[in-house]
């Protein structure tokens, strides 16, 4: 299940550094996930997803890994920017679902 | 391509009292979920519409209410507000059978 509390995880990396992300998931009947990026007063933006069939999906400076042996999920930027500077949430669909449970989300604070 | 609007973009109420908050999905989309997000926290789940009925809910009150109109817009409906419900009301869209999901902006609602 999630955790509450009104404490981010936070990661702090400077311009240019590769920032990962990590998401542990609980439900082994999970088979897609998504991550998701929140600047502050906005809405999720989608990011990238990846099906419980591949371990590994790269997107434009991200890629998605995907370890279900461990049920660990995380999200790879290269060469952050500040920019980047938002909170992620990572997201599971269970087999058949069409509505994402949400992880607590990690704030990244990319300093320039 | 049009994006999910919401509306309005900040609410304030009293406790007791009733809101109405509003969504226009993605052009293209049919199916339309609301989240509610409390400070520092994942969103959580409200409903799912798909073809003007509830197609999915989670762990929320009656006074919690929703509608989609036929034009796929859709309303989320609070009564007897409480000081609990102040929170970041999320609107996303999906087309039917897609996972991927597209969140509006949101509304910020106190509740005084």
């Known amino acids: 299940g999630e955790s509450v509390g009104l404490h981010l995880p936070t990661l702090s990396v400077q311009e240019g550094d590769n920032s990962i992300i990590n998401c542990a998931y609980s439900?082994?009947?999970?088979?897609?996930f998504i991550w998701y990026k929140q600047e502050s007063g906005k809405g999720p933006q989608f990011i990238i997803d990846?099906?419980?069939?591949?371990d590994k999906r790269q997107g434009q400076r991200v890629t998605v890994l995907l370890n279900k042996t461990v049920k660990h999920l995380s999200l790879q930027i290269a060469a952050t920017q500040p920019g980047d500077s938002a909170v992620y949430f990572c997201?599971?669909?269970?087999?058949?679902?069409?509505?994402?449970?949400f992880g607590r989300g990690t704030s990244l604070i990319v300093h320039p | 391509e049009t994006g999910v609007t919401q509306s309005p973009t900040h609410l304030i109420k009293t406790r007791g009292q009733q809101v109405t908050l509003r969504c226009s999905s993605q052009?293209?989309?049919?199916?339309v979920s609301w989240y509610q997000q409390a400070l520092g926290q994942g969103p959580q789940f409200i409903f799912q519409?798909?073809?003007?009925?509830?197609?999915g809910r989670g762990n929320f009150p009656p006074r919690f209410s929703g509608l989609q109109f036929p034009n796929y817009s859709s309303e989320l409906n609070v009564n007897a507000l409480e000081l609990d419900d102040s929170a970041l009301y999320l609107c996303?869209?999906?087309?039917?059978?897609?996972?991927?999901?597209?969140f509006g902006p949101g509304t910020r609602l106190l509740v005084l």
């Open positions: 996303a869209s999906s087309a039917r059978g897609q996972e991927t999901q597209y």
């Open positions: 519409y798909y073809r003007e009925e509830e197609n």
């Open positions: 990846i099906r419980s069939n591949m």
């Open positions: 052009s293209g989309h049919n199916t």
């Open positions: 997201a599971e669909n269970r087999r058949g679902s069409y509505i994402p449970t």
């Open positions: 439900n082994s009947a999970s088979d897609y």
